[in-house]
């Protein structure tokens, strides 16, 4: 080796050689299966320090750490660094290899310099260790390294738990390559973890495995912010666009549902729900114009044709065509009393607006009690219940209907000293209802002979000195509590019908049951033909203008006794 590098001039500092490629550390000999002998070692020894430029050159090989191995207590204090070819700048001849020296407080030096060198570093941890989880040098913690510490003996948190971690995670403490974000004592840290296997052809082979801990905030603090800087812009914006979407929404929709609400409200003929306010876009504005108009016909034309029709008509149980159905219903006709005479004695508009007041008062009590108003003719008018809304009991209803319109007075008006005052027929049948007419012009009406005889009943009144007369159909689909309100005035011979027909008198008030006992009695005299004990009975009943009408009716059979049919009262006039 002297005469070797005495023929280059002028080297400058010394050169060592270890033909094993691992200077400085402490050599043993091995046995074929490498077992250890222990025998003599090499003594530590400064490094190259110069190399004259121009006379040797210096080529540089791989990097490699390579900590030197301490027979007695392991990994020595001293590590071989930089390792080198040194050729002959003449010849290009190799003379040797060489190798520098460095101590792990030097390594634990650069390590901290390291951490300190970069803000992402501040509070990491660095490690080198040796898969049986020696410490080789640590930037935290105490240890030393003659006495073989122990990476879970550090007293630095996060560097001893980080073996114990990796090691359950991937089942090795010293992976090739770990790159995790773990919670070590509370902490988040970003752990990269490599493991660097000696490089040189070393008679003892040892792994290195460095280990670096960077708290999470300094890693990703900056992403983290970035990230949650554009979660806040992005949802910002969502939540602008939302709240012009939902304004623009609610700008189209809150007139939509507007329109939805009133064209429902129009199908239960609830015409009260206006949109008169404007919008803004042209298509939304004509649409409330045309609900407008719209509501304002169908509310005008339910006072022209029944309110229950529209509304069958609207919800499409009734359609614009020619068809009508057998249907049990009560028919009522109501006409005003002597309206010829008022018509001559009141003057017209008076009238007029008189019986206007009636009609508005009846129709009022009819609709209440679900019946359908058909028509006013002239000063009558003519109702229906049943139809075209089932009814359970058509009876009954239009039964709560004439006693309410009796109590209440509804059915007679004081005009100039005389009383506008309503007679009632009404009868109960199967009539035909539905649309009657021709297909350009339809009358939502009933027809047929039920009709006709609750026409016939009413003038009736007149004769037999009632307000409300009713057939024995009628009679016997009410209650027995109904039926007190009821007592029976004689068989009626009707013009157009051949069999007549027995009437009930519908009273504003029950009758007391002695009452409707003797009642039944004289009329059984009646029926009988027993015509001078009824005269008898009906003219000791004081102040009651139906017995003073049968009293009379006795008087004519009496005194023409072969004119009349025994029990039946003959119809004067329609």
Request: proline share 4%; charged share 20%.
């Amino acid at each position: 080796y002297q005469r070797r590098v005495h023929g280059v001039n002028r080297v400058s500092g010394q050169l060592f050689i270890d033909i094993q490629n691992g200077t400085n550390r402490w050599l043993e000999s091995f046995d074929t299966v490498g077992k250890r002998s222990g025998k003599g070692f090499i003594t530590s020894l400064e490094p190259l320090t110069r190399v004259t430029v121009g006379m040797i050159d210096l080529e540089r090989g791989q990097f490699s750490w390579s900590p030197i191995f301490n027979p007695k207590v392991g990994t020595g204090n001293l590590m071989s660094g930089q390792m080198g070819i040194i050729n002959v700048s003449s010849t290009g001849q190799q003379i040797g290899l060489f190798s520098m020296t460095m101590t792990t407080d030097s390594l634990r030096n650069e390590i901290l310099n390291i951490l300190a060198s970069g803000k992402s570093l501040s509070g990491a941890r660095m490690a080198i260790y040796e898969p049986n989880g020696k410490v080789v040098v640590a930037s935290h913690g105490i240890f030393n390294i003659d006495e073989q510490s122990e990476m879970r003996s550090l007293g630095d948190g996060p560097l001893e738990d980080i073996l114990d971690v990796v090691e359950r995670d991937v089942g090795t403490t010293c992976p090739k390559s770990y790159k995790r974000t773990l919670k070590l004592k509370g902490s988040d840290y970003y752990v990269d973890i490599v493991s660097l296997p000696s490089t040189g052809q070393s008679v003892i082979p040892l792994v290195w495995c460095i280990a670096l801990l960077a708290p999470r905030d300094n890693v990703m603090g900056e992403p983290d912010r970035i990230r949650v800087l554009t979660i806040a812009i992005i949802s910002a914006i969502t939540v602008v666009v939302l709240v012009l979407f939902l304004s623009f929404a609610f700008f189209i929709t809150s007139p939509l549902w507007a329109l939805s609400d009133g064209m429902m409200a129009l199908t239960k003929l609830d015409f009260t729900k206006s949109l008169s306010s404007r919008n803004a876009l042209f298509e939304l504005n004509t649409t409330q114009q045309c609900y407008e108009n719209l509501r304002t016909a169908l509310a005008a034309f339910s006072k022209y044709v029944p309110i229950s029709v529209v509304e069958g008509l609207l919800s499409g149980r009734i359609r614009g065509t020619l068809e009508m159905v057998s249907t049990e219903i009560c028919i009522l006709f109501m006409d005003l009393e002597n309206f010829t005479s008022l018509c001559e004695a009141i003057p017209t508009n008076v009238l007029i607006e008189a019986l206007s007041q009636l009609f508005e008062r009846m129709t009022n009590v009819i609709l209440k009690h679900n019946g359908t108003l058909d028509k006013y003719i002239g000063d009558c008018i003519m109702a229906f219940w049943g139809a075209p809304k089932p009814l359970h009991n058509p009876a009954h209803d239009a039964f709560e209907a004439v006693v309410e319109s009796q109590k209440e007075g509804h059915n007679t008006l004081p005009l100039q000293g005389r009383n506008l005052s309503f007679r009632t027929g009404i009868h109960k049948g199967s009539a035909l209802v539905g649309n009657f007419g021709s297909t350009r012009r339809l009358d939502f009406t009933a027809v047929g002979d039920p009709v006709n005889l609750a026409a016939r009943l009413e003038p009736l009144n007149k004769q037999f000195k009632t307000k409300v007369l009713a057939s024995e159909s009628f009679y016997e689909a009410l209650s027995q509590d109904e039926s007190n309100f009821c007592r029976y005035v004689g068989r009626a011979q009707v013009i157009g019908r051949q069999v007549p027909i027995k009437t009930y008198e519908v009273m504003k008030d029950p009758l007391e049951e002695n009452a409707k006992i003797k009642w039944n009695k004289v009329m059984t005299y009646f029926d009988n033909g027993d015509y001078r004990t009824a005269q008898s009975i009906f003219e000791s009943i004081h102040g009651d203008p139906v017995s003073e009408s049968l009293a009379k009716d006795c008087i004519e059979k009496i005194n023409n006794p072969v004119l009349s049919t025994r029990g039946v009262r003959a119809m004067n006039s329609k």
